[in-house]
């Protein structure tokens, strides 16, 4: 186990650092005046412009910015955004943590059915159950997440009144733990909902498909031959084994939902990592844009990288690559 | 039959196989259904002058007034006709998803084939390479491009080739490396034909069939990423698109629901459309998957 985190290891970091090169290597090419590009669309003072140029070593070759650039993540350094006034770090550990939040109640949801439907569509391959599943997961994996989250807001929130239409409730809260979450689960159902929709049946069809492989293996004839029941062989042979692919998948699109919730908290004006690339997209704060890209790349290498060790964990015939 | 003089030729003999898959696709119950929700699209696409009743930027109705006979799908907050605009809007949808597809389709594939057919140095770094791409979610790739160097239509274009080349990189690279070792290759070899004639003529025919299938995939996720965009504002604002129907809406749709709901409509039936015509394909190139029971049927 220990050879294969190294390797694991000894892959990531290679990577992680690579794109951040290549985060870095197209900043370079932005037509225009580099230190504009910097702060954003306003005016600078020829005093200002001097000590930027100083600060980010703009005037240097492009390997002495890179090292500079290198140190100060290390640093825990992500730069300053001069159109929200405050270090980009602080913008991101301040919304991060709203985007798992909403990540992990999207899985909640997400997951079980996904299990669920996958399991049940795969055991009874060509029937009805199954045709019906696989046409929704269809149309369901078509829909746009925003269009379904605009749809969600004018029906459920709109129309019935049973859901607030945007934002995260109240930014100021005493409440703490469960009464905070409870505060908020109001807000967060519907872009759950509409997260879950989407990633549930990408679940779904994984797991459909991965059922099927197992039901194909050797043991399954043989739990058979023993006399088990339907029940018991999907319990304890088809779910175990079937799971595995689901876990690698999941797990990746943990990481990627940390970066790719662009398009539902803009949606829902959930005032996370995504919204806020949004926001400085917008006022063209590159600074912090360039931050939230490399700390998304940082989320999804390292998460990517547990995922790996996990399922090493889990299955032990990978152990053995390494 | 044709006549043995004539020899076939390389178009007529593709355009024989186009003919017969045609044949086979309408014959799949899911091929049929996207083919022709494709080629609605086409057809709108080609024909959005003839179609539209309205030119879609002309601001001559009442603003956000709901759908009638006049105006089939209503008007936008500006008086335009949203039946006229998501029109034209097939346009540029169709013209980034097939812009897209073919324009991953010849990267991937030739990283793909480099990278199998000759191993080594050459597939450490293209691999690597591919993996890079494919480590930030391909929104991200697309939004931080667009970000930097501004988002008219062929930058638009190269952004979501750059952000969707390497899943289908990786399955001609399968491809070619299961291929190269093969007894055909092998033959080829003995017989002294060029490198470049093996890539191309030899394996490539027995490679492409899981590829075309990626293709219409690519050419969908391509279409949903130029919609996004659309709907967070920052598509080309001189081209009418579905996604930026969207966002326009958004400041809207609470009072007049359709301004969102016929635009998402519209990318709702493409991507099935493309997906259904995947299914359809991956069902006649691989007629395997054909009545297979499953397991625990009895």
Known sequence: MLRFVLFRLLHAIPLLIAVILVILLMLQFIPGDPVQAMVGDFPVSPEFRAAITQQYHLDDPFPVRVYSYFVNLLHGDFGYSYQFQRPVWDLIAESAPRTILLTLVGFLIAVPFGVLVGTVSGTTRSSRVDHFWTSTALVAYAIPTFWLGQLLVLVLAVHLGWFPTQGMGPLVSRAHGLSWFLERAHYIALPALAFAVHEGTRFARIMRASVADTLGQGYIVTARAKGLSRGAIIRGHVLRNSSLPLVTVAGYAFGAALGGAVLLETVFTWPGLGLLLVQAVRMRDNMTVVGIVIFAAIAVVVINLLVDLLYAALDPRIRGRG | MEPPSTAPGPVRSAWRGFRAALGHMAGTRHGAVGCAILLVLAIVAIFAPLIAP?????????????????????????????????????????????????????????????????????????????????????????????????????????????????VEARLVYGQYLRLRSMDFVAAAKVADMSTIHIMLREILPNAIRPVIVQVALDASVAILIEAGLGFLGLSDPNTVSWGQLLYVAQDYMTIAWWTSFFPGAAICLAVVGLNLFADGLNEILDPRTRGRAGGLQS
């Open chain 2, 54 to 166: 309205y030119d879609p930027l002309q601001q001559a109705q009442a603003s956000l007034t709901p759908p009638s006979m006049r105006d089939l799908f209503g008007t936008d907050n500006t008086g335009r006709d949203i039946f006229s605009l998501v029109i034209y809007g097939t346009r540029t949808s169709l013209a980034i998803g097939l812009g897209a597809a073919f324009g991953a389709l010849v990267l991937s594939g030739l990283v793909g084939m480099l990278a199998g057919y000759f191993r080594g140095p050459v597939e450490a770094i293209l691999m690597r390479l591919a993996e890079l791409f494919q480590t930030l979610p391909v929104i991200v790739v697309v939004l931080f491009t667009v970000a930097l160097f501004g988002s008219s239509f062929w930058l638009l274009l190269a952004a979501i080739i750059l952000a969707i080349w390497p």
